[in-house]
């Protein structure tokens, strides 16, 4: 199977091994240290988004992403739905299955064999009917 050209070049040579985090460090710390200072912020940053959204004078929008900003982080973001259609009815597999064994039984037929289809397992004609072989 071909890699995608833009897994990173570890990936591409050898791949995780099994029971190895790929991330063994954990986040950068920079990260947090950025979290830290937006959240030392956060007031100043949510009057800016308040007079940004407030003002007549700004681009409108401008004045609705303020708008929206502020709503997501007071009442968080709106839930989103998805429309999915889920068939609970398994008559595609089961019709598939039932052919896969049909055409089992008329290649064992073919063949003079007698086939068990529900255990997968070809018999021999002796075996179907009991005989064992002797006369």
Aim: net charge neutral; aromatic share 2%.
């Amino acid at each position: 199977m071909a890699r995608k050209q833009n897994e990173p070049d570890a990936c591409k040579a050898r791949g995780f091994q099994k029971g190895r985090s790929g991330n063994p460090k954990g986040r950068p710390p920079i990260i947090r240290e950025v979290q830290e200072m937006a959240k030392e912020l956060t007031p100043a940053l949510i009057s800016n988004l308040f007079e940004i959204a407030t003002d007549e004078r700004a681009n409108a929008s401008a004045r609705v992403q303020a708008s929206v900003a502020l709503l997501d982080r007071g009442w968080g973001r709106p839930k989103q739905s998805v429309d999915v259609k889920v068939d609970h009815n398994a008559s595609g597999l089961a019709n598939a299955i039932a052919a896969a064994q049909e055409r089992m039984r008329l290649q064992a037929i073919e063949q003079n064999q007698v086939t068990n289809i529900t255990d997968g397992e070809v018999l021999q004609p002796s075996q179907e009917f009991g005989d064992t072989g002797s006369t």
